[in-house]
């Protein structure tokens, strides 16, 4: 199997790959402009840290050592809409979204 296919999502960007299983989420902090609007939108999978950077979290622990991909988190069911519009907004677009 190669390497996944990520699709860009809605008007501002972000990347999603589209497949029927667990929906897993990443932030590449290179991309990332600290707007915040992420956390805003899904706090229980989002989170600003110190460095100005966002990453994603996975039942309440940060994923931020390390970030990026290797940093990937699970996102419950019930908040794969909330993570979707996160990365929907994200100026950045810097969330990435797969889908095992």
């Not at 790959?17 to 899904?42: F, H, P, S, Y």
């Amino acid at each position: 199997m190669g390497s996944p296919q990520y699709v860009p999502l809605g008007p501002w960007g972000g990347h999603y790959e589209e497949r029927d299983n667990d929906m897993k989420v990443w932030i590449d902090q290179d991309l990332c402009t600290g707007d915040g609007l992420c956390e805003e939108i899904a706090p229980a999978v989002f989170t600003l840290l110190d460095d100005g950077l966002a990453y994603v979290k996975e039942d309440g622990s940060v994923k931020n050592d390390p970030g990026g991909s290797a940093g990937m988190a699970a996102v419950p069911s019930d908040l794969e809409e909330a993570v979707v519009e996160a990365s929907e907004e994200c100026p950045g677009e810097c969330i990435f979204i797969e889908r095992d």
